[in-house]
């Protein structure tokens, strides 16, 4: 029998949506509301391949999104059992997912302490949403609870413990959900329990993580406190030296909120490139010679490699090196550039599989030789988050 689940990821302007069948992973349906609080406020969705869009009313808010969603729902047909919500911050609190009640909703909004942007957004699409489907079960699905296995040796930062004490202030981890997801896949790909399989994750879309996996667990990762650290992203800088957010503070008189600004949506290939962050973008005009564009592919794939060879103590018993997200499942280049550092240690590209791997295809695309294997596995984080929430149902 079907399990349909409706699975929602409130932004502070914008309600991803979609109804997914938690057995299979098909998307029924799925489409996005944009500039909410905007006069340009609209939605667009895609029902059995058709794409519909049209406008909501000038500054709609999450009630008119939320209601036009179910609205679209109803005319469907379906009979969602759950609600799946897509929730960043779980802090050290949900080591899985959790059926929402006022503790649970209480403790999302706390963390919003921690994930300011992330949080609240979360917070509201859930009520909002209990609202438009009271009977049914709302679960909250956590972007954190895959690395709450990360030992201390991992999450600890070498600052005074009281602030890990008293405050927190730890590295959690994030992209949970996808990167719970190519562990999975990757699983079934080898025909291994979940239990035995060990993954190095490298999921790379605007934001860009990479997790170390052994026997199941996760046991590292990238991002840190909150999802900055670690890779360059599109227009987040990742890795920095500590001292730079407060000497770039007085240099250009800016406050603490601006130089967040700066380091979360002016930098990595945006900042780098002084052109864009997109990768599809920048690979054409490096193709055509502009230098930034080079540059900016350079070092995204210089700082991935280095994680994913630091990554390789962590991981001892590695099945597979895997690539997803919008760039790690399109960009052969990124892929090869990447891996091509690994090539005194035996790892050989295919350079046909790696292209015929793009585009939703995935697939192994080093060569039978190879010292080490490596996958392109197209995720699937709504799946796990109507998997998650089904259990509830
Ligand atoms: P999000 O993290 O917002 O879900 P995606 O996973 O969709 O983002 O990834 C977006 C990124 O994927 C963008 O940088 C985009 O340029 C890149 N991308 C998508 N298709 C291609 C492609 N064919 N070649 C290179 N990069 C691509």
């Known amino acids: 029998m079907k399990k ?164 927190g202030i730890r590295r959690y981890g994030f992209h949970g959900t996808s990167h719970k997801f190519i562990l999975d896949s990757t699983a079934s790909l080898l025909n291994k329990p979940v239990e035995e399989t060990s993954v190095i994750s490298a999921h790379l879309g605007n934001g860009c993580s990479v997790a170390a996996i052994e026997k199941g667990q996760a046991v590292d990762t990238s991002m840190g406190f909150i999802p900055l650290e670690g890779l360059v992203m599109g227009t987040r800088c990742g890795d920095l030296d500590p001292s730079l957010p407060g000497t770039l503070q007085k240099k250009l008189g800016k406050t603490a909120d601006e130089i967040s600004d700066l380091l979360n949506k002016e930098s990595g290939l945006l900042g780098i490139s002084e052109l864009s962050n997109d990768c599809r973008t920048l690979e054409e005009e490096a193709e055509k010679g502009h230098e930034g564009a080079k540059l900016a592919i350079e070092i995204f794939c210089y700082r991935l490699a280095k994680y994913i060879a630091g990554y390789l103590i962590a991981v001892p018993s590695l099945d597979a090196i895997v690539f997803t997200g919008g760039i790690g ?19 050989t590209i295919d350079q046909q599989k790696n292209l015929d791997a793009r585009f939703g295809k995935g697939g192994e695309i080093t060569a039978p030789s190879s010292q080490k294997t490596v996958f392109v596995v197209p995720t699937n984080e709504e799946w796990v988050i109507a998997a998650e929430a089904a259990t509830f149902a």
Do not use: W
């Open 4 to 167: 349909e689940v409706v699975v929602l990821n409130c932004g502070s302007s914008s309600v991803k949506f979609a109804i997914i069948d938690a057995n299979t992973g098909e998307a029924g349906l799925s489409g996005l509301v944009e500039s909410l609080g905007n006069l340009d406020a609209s939605i667009t969705y895609k029902l059995n391949g058709n794409k519909t869009s049209f406008s909501l009313s000038a500054n709609a808010g999450h009630t008119e999104a939320l209601n036009a969603i179910s609205t679209i729902i109803e005319d469907t047909g379906v009979k969602p059992v759950a609600v799946g919500h897509r929730v960043v911050h779980g802090g050290e609190k949900f080591k899985q997912a959790a059926l929402v009640n006022d503790e649970v909703l209480a403790a999302v909004k706390d963390y919003a302490s921690m994930a300011p942007l992330h949080n609240l957004a979360n917070a509201k699409g859930v009520v909002t949403a209990q609202k438009a489907y009271p009977h049914l079960p709302h679960v909250c699905v956590f972007d954190t609870s895959f690395f709450q296995t990360m030992p201390q040796k991992a999450f600890i930062y070498a600052l005074p413990m009281d602030l890990y004490r008293d405050h």
């Open 329 to 347: 499942e399109n960009s052969s280049l990124i892929r090869e550039t990447t891996m091509g550092y690994f090539a005194h240690m035996g790892v």
